[in-house]
T-cell receptor, first 112, second 113 residues
Framework: DAKTTQPTSMDCAEGRAANLPCNHS???????VYWYRQIHSQGPQYIIH???NNETNEMASLIITEDRKSSTLILPHATLRDTAVYYC?????????????FGAGTQVVVTP | GAVVSQHPSWVICKSGTSVKIECRSL??????MFWYRQFPKQSLMLMAT?????????EQGVEKDKFLINHASLTLSTLTVTSAHPEDSSFYIC?????????FGQGTRLTVV
C-alpha cells in the first residue's frame, strides 16, 4: 500500500469547515483513498473513501486531485465531537486485502 | 454499517496472569478478523490476522505463544494475552472484514499491575 503523509495536528473553530490534507504521491491506479477517525479511547470509525472522483456523505467530503497524489477531507461544519485523530489510508479494495496500515494521522482539535 | 463488539471494554489484571479479550461481529459473519495494539500517543499497529477455522497469521515481532488467537466461529475471535506483564498494558482493538470493508470494535484497555 502507498504511504501517506499528513500534518501532525490541526486546530479548527467550531462551526467552521475543517480541511484535512493528505499526500499520497506513490498511489497506484487501483488504490483507493480511505479516511478513518479515532476519538480518544475508541476504535477507529470509517468516514469516507474514493478512487478518482470527489465523494460526499453525511459525515464529510473527499476531494482527490486529478493526479491522485493528494486529497483533502472536508468536515463542513466542525463540532466539538469531531475532535479526534484522522487517518488517511491508501489501499487496494477487494481481493484478499485486510490489513490496514495506520500512520500517525492528524490530531484535530475543535475549539468553541 | 456493521457492528463489531469487544468485551471487556477495560480490564486490570495482575502480572503473570492471562487475559482473554473477545471480538464479535454482531450482525454479519466474518471469516477474517484483525487484532491491533495501540500504545499511548501512538498509532494502531497490526498484531495478527485471525482466520476462521485456521491458524492466525502474526506480524513480525509479535509472539504467537504470548498472544493466542482463536477464531472458532464466524462471529467470534478471541485474543488471550498469556502471562501478562506491565509492558503488555495497551489498548487492544479488533476489526472484522465484511466484503471489502473493515469495521472496528470499541477497543479494550488492558492494564497489567
Amino acid at each position: 500500500d502507498a504511504k501517506t503523509t499528513q500534518p501532525t495536528s490541526m486546530d479548527c473553530a467550531e462551526g467552521r469547515a475543517a480541511n484535512l490534507p493528505c499526500n499520497h504521491s506513490t498511489i497506484s491506479g487501483n488504490e483507493y483513498v480511505y479516511w478513518y477517525r479515532q476519538i480518544h479511547s475508541q476504535g477507529p470509525q470509517y468516514i469516507i473513501h474514493g478512487l478518482k472522483n470527489n465523494e460526499t456523505n453525511e459525515m464529510a467530503s473527499l476531494i482527490i486531485t486529478e493526479d491522485r497524489k493528494s486529497s483533502t477531507l472536508i468536515l463542513p461544519h466542525a463540532t466539538l465531537r469531531d475532535t479526534a485523530v484522522y487517518y488517511c489510508i491508501v489501499r487496494v479494495r477487494g481481493g484478499s486485502w485486510g490489513k490496514l496500515q495506520f500512520g500517525a494521522g492528524t490530531q484535530v482539535v475543535v475549539t468553541p | 454499517g456493521a457492528v463489531v463488539s469487544q468485551h471487556p471494554s477495560w480490564v486490570i489484571c495482575k502480572s503473570g496472569t492471562s487475559v482473554k479479550i473477545e471480538c464479535r461481529s454482531l450482525d454479519f459473519q466474518a471469516t477474517t478478523m484483525f487484532w491491533y495494539r495501540q500504545f499511548p500517543k501512538q498509532s494502531l499497529m497490526l498484531m495478527a490476522t485471525s482466520n476462521e477455522g485456521s491458524k492466525a497469521t502474526y506480524e513480525q515481532g509479535v509472539e504467537k505463544d504470548k498472544f493466542l488467537i482463536n477464531h472458532a466461529s464466524l462471529t467470534l475471535s478471541t485474543l488471550t494475552v498469556t502471562s501478562a506483564h506491565p509492558e503488555d498494558s495497551s489498548f487492544y482493538i479488533c476489526s472484522a472484514r465484511q466484503d471489502t470493508e473493515a469495521f472496528f470494535g470499541q477497543g479494550t484497555r488492558l492494564t497489567v499491575v
